[in-house]
T-cell receptor
Framework: DAGVIQSPRHEVTEMGQEVTLRCKPISGHDYLFWYRQTMMRGLELLIYFNNNVPIDDSGMPEDRFSAKMPNASFSTLKIQPSEPRDSAVYFC???????????????FGEGSRLTVL | DQQVKQNSPSLSVQEGRISILNCDYTNSMFDYFLWYKKYPAEGPTFLISISSIKDKNEDGRFTVFLNKSAKHLSLHIVPSQPGDSAVYFCAATRQGGATNKLIFGTGTLLAVQP
């Protein structure tokens, strides 16, 4: 079975440029999460979706960040304009809805390493 | 405000010895805790979990202990092996419900020396 697929794996861009990260969740999973990994904050939740609807975007650092999920098999995280402090590894994760027994266990993609010069 | 804290950024142990990774949390509403393991250039993968109704859960070489009164959990790996070298993330959540989400700590880099 295919896992969570992210692209690109690596992105190097210059400050001010637009960056778009992409994610394909595991088929049948109802939830999709975007996390950012930095040394200082570890794995930081940015936003998550349930059935393609954004549920909580309180972790999005500022208006330069936006995320969409136009359908159940695709999501994007966009940064416009990008800044050097956005350099990090961005992870997408998904999980099914297990109702009251839901433990929140996530399945992660391999991440997109972003470097903003 | 970091709700889940891993105060040791790194830990080095000898092969065959015990590795103990610690995690503290502040939110008393958390009732389910997970450990994830991450190798370089890969995504985190689930390792072991524990519900707040238990104080211990064991899976092979890995055991997680939960002390609810202290809001503290620990992961024990025994015996440690070089292949265990990775970053370990502690995570916490409220079980069930549409709003449950994993809150992660900053991670601990474990190095197991041959």
């Amino acid at each position: 079975d295919a896992g969570v697929i992210q692209s690109p794996r690596h992105e190097v861009t210059e400050m001010g440029q637009e960056v778009t990260l992409r994610c394909k969740p595991i088929s049948g999973h109802d939830y999709l999460f975007w996390y950012r990994q930095t040394m200082m904050r570890g794995l930081e939740l940015l936003i998550y979706f349930n059935n393609n609807v954004p549920i909580d975007d309180s972790g999005m650092p500022e208006d330069r960040f936006s995320a969409k999920m136009p359908n159940a098999s695709f999501s994007t995280l966009k940064i416009q304009p990008s800044e050097p402090r956005d350099s990090a590894v961005y992870f997408c994760a998904s999980r099914p809805d297990r109702g009251q027994w839901d433990t929140g266990e996530l399945f992660f993609g391999e991440g997109s390493r972003l470097t903003v010069l | 405000d970091q709700q889940v804290k891993q105060n040791s950024p790194s830990l080095s142990v000898q092969e065959g010895r015990i590795s103990i990774l610690n995690c503290d949390y502040t939110n008393s509403m958390f009732d389910y805790f997970l450990w994830y393991k991450k190798y370089p250039a890969e995504g985190p993968t689930f390792l072991i979990s524990i519900s707040s109704i238990k104080d211990k859960n064991e899976d092979g070489r890995f055991t997680v202990f939960l002390n609810k009164s202290a809001k503290h959990l620990s992961l024990h790996i025994v015996p440690s092996q070089p292949g265990d070298s990775a970053v370990y993330f502690c995570a916490a959540t409220r079980q069930g419900g549409a709003t449950n989400k994993l809150i992660f700590g900053t991670g601990t880099l474990l190095a197991v020396q041959p």
